[in-house]
């Protein structure tokens, strides 16, 4: 006997009207005959050309002349080329020069999808039976670049989901490089990332066990001035300083709305998408909330999986992840400590399901084979769908199983509260298969999690619909369980 799963009439469709406002920069030659000619245009035409972009542009982002002036500023060594000064320059030609170098990016014109979703830290205000959730997507713009994007919902003591509607803008976040790096670790990730052996060499000679980015900022300076004659050498020196760009802080303005923030690529191992964000909320053995999220940067070639930090959902902190398990996509933490140790699944082959133990959240090694595909659904591949569960039966773990035709489809397992490399339960067909409303889109024929919920005796599963938008769906938990349970 099947279970009964209750699609819910909700979906979250990409919006093209959700725009950034991005530097643009379209080749060295080109800049600095824009900035020459704008340099001499009379102040009358300056003002008569900026003043409508701006009047025109605020009311589609929430301070563009801080985005103009901003953008302006990234063009200093241009300036300087000129043979002028960005302080002598005048305002409006200031905010004409960053409008000549900045763009707007539509982050959902493509699709939004692959959904994760986790208690808001305010539930303040609320009749029993109601949560306030946040939920997180992946969002595809122009060149298939992804982005983390959010949306908060209200589930009603009857499931019901009420998605919020959006703020006015979409904000990107200050970046604050402050991390203290440890030499090790480092080298050992620049290694995974393919780094010229002897660039790495040499630099870890001249580092101290514990630095700072400027400190290696200076160090990379000063060598790529000794190898100027070696564009391939240059080449290797740069993808050190993009490595450590992975490390950075992240922060919004107060007065933005969770819909308004979006977490874009920010180094050049992000520069083709940030993927799949997998947010928990984890509770630590004190008692405090801390939500963790792994996510998979990718620049084009190599992937990168990385871990955000935050307690707020204002400011985050992110670091990649090392470790001879910290491989390949869907890393999915545990919500907390098992016997002392931070858990978590991954894929490191791209095929089956493993488990890892660390006595540090953001260093993984000793994967552990967990579950290779079983069934006909899932004979390509299985992954997770996001992170454990924690019932008073055990461990729930959505998954996802590849099969004929590519298909994606949703399943179920169950693993030992204790122990979480003994499964106990599975099931045999998948709990969600691409329906006929559900399997067209930008990836055909596939639903897909990155995290699911309890709430009122149900499950509660976002998912996306062939990687174009979002849905949810909801599952009796007593008699998923009971289902689990029979199969072990």
Not at 89 to 95: G, K, P, V
Request: glycine share 6%; charged share 30%; with cysteine.
């Amino acid at each position: 006997m099947r279970l009964y799963i209750e699609r819910k009439p909700v979906k979250v469709n990409p919006d093209t009207k959700r725009v950034i406002a991005r530097f643009f920069f379209n080749g060295e030659e080109r800049a600095l005959e824009v900035i020459r000619k704008v340099l001499e245009f009379s102040d009358d035409k300056v003002f008569s050309l900026v003043s409508p972009i701006l009047q025109e542009y605020s009311k589609r982002h929430r301070n563009i002349t801080k985005i103009l002036m901003r953008h302006c500023k990234k063009l200093k060594k241009q300036f300087i080329a000129l043979g002028t000064e960005f302080e002598d320059i005048d305002e409006y030609t200031r905010l004409l020069i960053g409008a000549y170098f900045t763009h707007e990016y539509s982050i959902e014109s493509a699709a939004f999808f692959n959904p994760s979703i986790v208690d808001d830290p305010d539930q303040t205000d609320l009749v029993e039976g109601e949560k306030r959730v946040i939920i997180s997507f992946r969002a595809v713009g122009e060149g298939h670049i992804s982005s983390i994007v959010f949306r908060r919902a209200l589930i009603d003591k009857n499931n019901n989901i009420q998605v919020l509607p959006v703020g006015n803008y979409v904000d990107e976040a200050e970046v604050v490089k402050n991390a203290i790096y440890v030499k090790k670790l480092f080298l050992k990730k620049a290694a995974y990332a393919q780094i010229d052996p002897s660039v790495l060499e040499e630099i870890e000679s001249k580092l101290d066990d514990k630095f700072e980015y400027t400190s290696l900022s200076n160090i990379i300076k000063d060598s790529k001035s000794l190898h100027k004659e070696n564009p391939a050498r240059l080449i290797e020196y740069d993808k050190v300083l993009w490595l450590s760009d992975t490390y950075h802080t992240i922060s919004f303005s107060k007065d933005t709305d969770i819909s308004d923030r979006v977490i874009f690529p920010i180094s050049e191992f992000e520069r083709k998408g940030i993927e799949d964000a997998r947010f928990v909320k984890f509770v630590k053995d004190d008692g405090k909330v801390l939500y963790y999220a792994t996510y998979t940067a990718f620049d084009g070639s190599l992937i990168i999986p990385k871990l955000v930090q935050t307690e707020d959902f204002y400011e985050f902190k992110v670091i990649p992840l090392y470790g001879d398990g910290a491989q390949n996509k869907n890393l999915a933490l545990f919500p907390r400590k098992i016997k002392g140790k931070y858990v978590m699944m991954s894929r490191i082959d791209g095929w089956n399901n493993y488990l890892m133990f660390s006595d540090k959240v953001n260093v993984w090694e000793n994967p552990i084979l967990l579950k290779q595909p079983r069934y006909d659904w899932e004979l390509v591949q299985i992954g997770n769908c996001g992170s454990p569960i924690e019932t008073d039966k055990g461990w729930i773990v959505i998954t996802h199983g590849v099969g004929p035709m590519r298909r994606y489809c949703i399943g179920v397992s169950l693993l030992d509260l204790e122990d979480p490399s003994k499964e106990i339960g599975h099931l045999k067909e998948p709990l969600i298969i691409p329906n006929n409303d559900e399997r067209e889109g930008y990836v055909p024929n596939v639903v897909y999690s990155c995290g699911s919920i309890i709430s009122n005796g149900e499950l509660i599963i976002p998912y996306g619909l062939s990687d174009y938008s979002s849905s949810f769906a909801t599952v009796n938990l007593e008699l998923l369980l009971n289902k689990l349970l029979e199969n072990n």
